[in-house]
């Protein structure tokens, strides 16, 4: 996933996707703090692929190759 999401063609239509997900008020406390964990980890997720994103940015053409090589 954190692949796909640091391509760029690909990670536009999945923010795109997020974005556009609704839902109805949570029922109860147990499900407000449930979506409220899983919000902090959405926000964690999002911090992790922009300092991801910067690395790649900052890598020259063969830094890119290597480093896509190794973890291809």
């Known amino acids: 996933m954190v692949k796909e ?11 795109k ?3 556009e997900l609704e839902t109805p008020l949570p029922a109860s406390r147990e499900e407000f703090e449930n979506r409220a964990i899983l ?3 959405l926000m964690d997720l999002e911090e992790f692929l922009k300092m ?3 690395f790649v940015d900052s890598l020259t053409e063969d830094q890119m190759e290597r480093y896509w090589q190794s973890n291809g």
């Open 5 to 15: 999401l640091t391509v760029p063609e690909s990670s536009e239509n999945v923010w």
């Open 39 to 41: 919000y902090h980890i």
């Open 17 to 19: 996707q997020l974005e």
């Open 52 to 54: 991801k994103k910067k």
